[in-house]
């Protein structure tokens, strides 16, 4: 199932499919109806904080994707979650609108990424961080 990402400002398309902004906040200077939406999934945008603290360090994409990913564990996210997959399984095409200049980074990316390897976000429990947790961290002593 292809999953396209587009600008919400963009004119949408019969091409699009199921359209589904991922912002939380509603992008500026466009109507419910311009906007074509079959669902609005708020819930998975990343928080205020991580957003505002992303947009003055650009150059943290990797730090803002681990910290999104770990905010999508979040309880408050897990029924969005659940809704985008059983949408992406359901239709046939899949576009995720985030209004965003940026369009290599941002959390629509992240979220293309999870949905096109089908699975939920890494939660730092599995047996990967259990080994970790289990390896006593030795300090260097210096002489």
């Known amino acids: 199932m292809p999953i396209a990402l587009k600008r919400v400002y963009e004119k949408p398309t019969r091409a699009d499919g199921t359209r ?33 603290w992303f947009h ?21 996210s897990a029924d969005a979650l659940d809704e985008l997959y059983r949408l992406a399984k359901k239709r046939k095409k899949l576009t995720l609108l ?17 949905l096109e390897g089908m699975r939920k976000p890494p939660t730092g429990t599995g047996p990967g961080a259990a080994g970790k947790a289990r390896q006593p961290k030795v300090m260097k002593m210096r002489r």
């Open 20 to 52: 589904v902004l991922v912002d939380r906040l509603w992008p500026r200077g466009i109507s419910k109806s311009e906007a074509a939406l079959h669902a609005w999934l708020r819930e998975l945008a990343p928080s205020d904080e991580l957003r505002q």
């Open 56 to 76: 003055k360090r650009p150059e943290g994409w990797p730090a803002f994707r681990k910290r999104y990913l770990k905010e999508l564990n979040n309880t408050d």
């Open 98 to 114: 985030f209004a965003a200049k940026d369009e290599q980074h941002n959390n629509a990316v992240v979220l293309k990424d999870l």
